[in-house]
């Protein structure tokens, strides 16, 4: 990650210092601005005078010496409270008077990782997707003393290379992550409740999804999932189960794509892994059920977002779900779906999931609304 935002920041003709634990990992970084410049001239996206200025921008150093007189920093370590807070107090003094820090993290809580900063209001989350050279979406996050400015700042930054922004309030996994785990999970629980991989992650392609739940999770590394439910203040019940199962998954070796088996196994070709312990006797299901139960529980919890105050407004719902989360663009994003599927109707056919789990318990408001 913090290769790819040193790459759109050089690209923008911004001088970057590129930080890593040695000067060899930080080339490596480097590096790899130079092989998304490569492709991008293959492609004919580039013109190839332009990659030695770009690559001229970028600085790889290895200790905070360097670090003097910044307009920002941007921290895209490992997602770990303690490590992220070992690097803002080690990086922070680099920073120029009114300059701000900013945490690249999918779901720790930026108020949280503010009390390590000198002045929590000058300190803001930005959330880049991976990706960062493709993907335009920047999910910026105020902490509890983040100052308008700060967040003024940050959104010029994203503006500046190139990226959409939504801007959200604090609180676990923010917007997307938030709901983009409550998509994983109701495809673990469909699982469980012996619905065939093969069905889940066929009705989620085709209802437009930009990738298929299980593969995904694959592609996150299973251990890396559960690293980020040990982030979480509580898990529900739902997510208990989740947690458990994809301990045994990784218990078995199936850690995901990395290891060349997950839900998936990988090799000369990918298929699906059929797990023999699961039910094989799920009751009788409409395949739409499926794709209607991946896209529901997402708006749902879009719709939780805006009442707890995560989310201001339901054009950052929309488009956040859509640019940052895989959300089908068909749809128009989570509250056009609601809207193109009726509230009356939406609220009755979460009703008829509310045996699934916690995660289909519906707000009161929403129902006065239907």
């Known amino acids: 990650m913090g290769a790819g935002i040193a790459f759109e ?45 770009l690559l001229a921008n970028i600085h790889p150093v290895a200790d905070y010496d360097t670090f003097h007189d910044l307009d920002m920093i941007v921290e895209a370590v490992f997602e770990d409270m303690d490590l992220k807070k070992t690097v803002i107090e080690a990086s922070q003094s680099g920073l120029r008077p009114g300059a701000f820090f900013a945490s690249n993290t999918t779901s720790l809580l930026i108020s949280e990782l503010a009390e390590s ?152 070709s990918k298929n699906l892994w059929k797990d023999p312990t699961l039910p094989t006797s799920a009751p009788l299901i409409d395949e739409g059920t499926i794709a209607k139960r991946l896209l529901h529980i997402m708006a749902l919890d879009s719709y939780r977002c805006l009442e707890e105050g ?21 749809t128009g994003g989570v509250f056009q779906h609601i809207d193109q599927v009726g509230l009356p109707q939406f609220v009755q056919e979460c009703e008829q999931f509310a045996d699934k789990g916690e995660q289909w318990e519906i707000p009161d408001s929403l129902r006065e609304r239907g």
């Not at 998304?36 to 190839?48: N, R, S, T």
């Open 9 to 53: 920041a050089a690209k923008a003709g911004i001088q970057v210092l590129l930080k890593d634990v040695t000067i060899e990992q930080a080339q490596q970084g480097k590096s790899y601005s130079e092989r998304v410049c490569l492709k991008l001239i293959e492609l004919g996206k580039m013109q190839a005078e332009q990659m030695a200025p």
């Open 310 to 330: 995560i989310l201001d407004s339901t054009s950052d719902g929309d488009t956040g779900s859509i640019l940052g989360i895989g959300y089908p663009r068909h």
């Open 117 to 268: 900063s000198q002045d929590p209001t000058n300190f803001i989350g930005m959330h880049f997707f991976s990706p960062v050279d493709r993907m335009k979406l920047v999910e910026i996050i105020r902490g509890k003393e983040t100052s308008p400015q700060t967040v003024e700042k940050a959104t010029q930054l994203a503006h500046i290379l190139g990226k959409t922004v939504i801007v959200v309030n604090d609180g676990p996994g923010f917007y997307t992550s938030r709901v983009f785990f409550n998509y994983l999970l109701e495809a673990i629980s469909m699982l469980l409740e012996g619905i065939p991989a093969e069905m889940i992650e066929a009705q989620a392609r085709q209802a437009g999804f930009g990738a298929s739940p299980l593969a995904v999770l694959d592609e996150i590394s299973l251990p890396l999932m559960l690293h980020v439910y040990d982030q979480l203040p509580s898990l529900s019940n739902s997510q208990r189960r989740a947690y458990r199962y994809l301990e045994t998954l990784i218990a078995q070796g199936r850690s995901g794509r990395k290891t060349g088996k997950g839900f998936y196994n990988y090799g000369e």
